[in-house]
């Protein structure tokens, strides 16, 4: 059995953990398919409605790594357009 006690909170480095969850990315991974996306009634539905960009999530990941999202450790960030809401 181990004798190890918890660390004080406050000496605990400051760190935000989150998930960024992307959603369709125009890359050339999916240039193959990209036309079978854009006939889904799903995708059309989504409040963006188009292929993200790289730049997209880059600009998610900047906003944890600045600090701005530092209350909402523990989160998943769908950064996806809006890809993963439900449509009615």
Not at 17 to 24: A, E, F, N, S, Y
Not at 35 to 59: I, M, N, P, V
Request: glycine share 6%.
């Amino acid at each position: 059995m181990s004798a190890r006690r918890p660390l004080p909170r406050a000496s605990l480095p400051k760190v935000c953990w989150c998930l960024v969850r992307p959603g369709i990315i125009r890359t050339d991974m999916i240039a193959a398919v990209e036309k079978t996306y854009d006939d889904q009634d799903r995708l059309r539905a989504a409040t963006a409605a188009a292929h993200g960009e790289t730049s997209d999530l880059a600009k998610c990941v900047r906003a944890i790594a600045d600090g701005y999202l530092d209350y909402c450790a523990g989160q998943v960030i769908n950064a996806d357009g809006g890809f993963h809401m439900r449509t009615l």
